[in-house]
């Protein structure tokens, strides 16, 4: 092998999205292995759904704890209709929002073949058909839904970047990542709960707003998931997991109070906000200078990434209005500031 095969971007583990990508991500998820894939939302981590033993590689590399069950990517609604019960609601959604950033938490059809941990034995399974024709065409050409989390280890921020997972996985663990570029919107998909004869309930806010949600449903109630009666009982939906996308420094919100800035500290402000205390040798980033919530949400996980590459002790964090976009914005960030909790990552 000459030096530069040696260093071709395969041996690295990281290819652009195209031919050569698609047939190394195709023939490494039909032999049960793991691949980065991106997505519109954020990369996932993506194995083969139906196979129980490549499911489990994902949590596996993720460090995740087992009873956090998996979203199933797939190419279609045929495909998804092929797996979960679909009542008019769940159609009419889907109508709108697919390919896109909403997953649907629905009835699992028992004959789906679909990996008993990925679901983590619930009898509901969650589906989002992402906007990637890549990743789309990749499980087109499987023919089986792709179980695939956020692609970062367990805890950590989700990676918005090929780069991100790359550095987060060995190539032993996840031997292929393929670059789509930055995605575009940057936040997870939102979760709703789509169960026959109740409510819709929205289990983690995302990529697609409230209003959005409430724009196609005319009128058909959405609650949130903290109004909902059974909230004790799994499934644990993402968010449920109090603290959860978080960087290795503190993560403060900047709210009422104006914090103490140390030399050591960094800032994540939001439309040209100066903090009092805030000098010129101050690490800071501007989630968006223009004050629009949809770059600043493109921008969250990777800025909340670069702020913590300086080491700072503690990040105080301006955030954006929790209106529209700002909703989920605000919620990775409560999570990202939540006291520390190991047994429960995401
Ligand atoms: O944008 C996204 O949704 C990204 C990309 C890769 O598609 N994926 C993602 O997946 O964020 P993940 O696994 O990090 O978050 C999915 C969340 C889990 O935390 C889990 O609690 C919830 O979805 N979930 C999955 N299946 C569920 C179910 N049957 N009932 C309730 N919640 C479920
Ligand atoms: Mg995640």
């Known amino acids: 092998m000459t030096m530069s095969e040696n260093n071709s971007p395969f041996q690295r583990g990281l290819l652009p999205q195209g031919t050569e990508a698609a047939d190394r991500a195709m023939a490494l998820l039909a032999d049960g292995q793991l691949v980065a894939l991106p997505t ?18 994902i949590f596996q590399a ?6 956090n069950p998996l979203i199933c990517h797939v190419d279609s609604t045929t495909m998804a209709r092929s797996l ?7 159609d009419h959604l889907t109508k709108h929002f697919w390919p896109g950033g909403l997953t649907l938490v629905l009835p699992r059809n028992s004959k789906a073949p679909i990996s008993e941990l990925s679901t983590a034995g619930l009898d509901t399974v969650a589906l989002r058909c992402p906007d990637s024709s890549f990743t789309r065409s990749i499980i087109n050409r499987l023919q089986r839904p792709i179980a695939a989390p956020s692609a ?12 991100d997972v790359r550095s987060a996985f060995s190539i032993e663990a996840v031997p ?3 670059d789509g570029g930055p995605c575009p919107v940057g936040l997870e998909s939102t979760i709703v709960a789509c169960n026959p004869g109740a409510p819709l309930i929205l289990l983690r806010p995302g990529a697609v707003t409230r209003e959005q949600l409430e724009a ?5 109630p959405i609650e949130d998931h903290e109004t909902n009666a059974n909230d004790q009982i799994t499934p644990v939906a993402p968010g449920m997991l109090t603290s959860h996308y ?22 994540l402000t ?26 600043a949400a493109a921008n969250l996980f990777s800025m909340l990434r670069q702020l913590d590459a300086q080491q700072p002790d503690t990040i105080h964090v301006v955030p954006p209005p929790r209106q529209g976009l700002g909703v989920a914005i605000y919620d990775r960030l409560q999570r990202a500031s939540a006291p520390r909790n190991n047994d429960a990552r995401d």
Do not use: W
């Open 246 to 267: 978080a960087p290795r420094a503190q993560v403060r919100l900047v709210l009422d109070e104006v914090p103490a800035i140390k030399t050591n500290d960094a800032i």
């Open 270 to 295: 939001f439309a040209g906000r100066i903090l009092p205390g805030q000098t010129a040798a101050t690490t800071s980033l501007d989630l968006s200078a223009s004050g629009d919530c949809m770059e």
């Open 176 to 178: 292929l990542v393929v």
């Open 62 to 67: 993720k460090g995740r704890p087992s009873f």
């Open 40 to 57: 519109e939302t954020v990369y996932g981590l993506a194995a083969d759904a139906t196979q129980d033993k490549s499911v489990a590689g």
């Open 216 to 220: 196609v449903l005319e009128g058909e």
């Open 152 to 163: 970062n280890p367990s805890g950590l921020l989700s990676p918005t970047r090929a780069a």
């Open 84 to 90: 979960a019960h679909f009542d008019a609601r769940a």
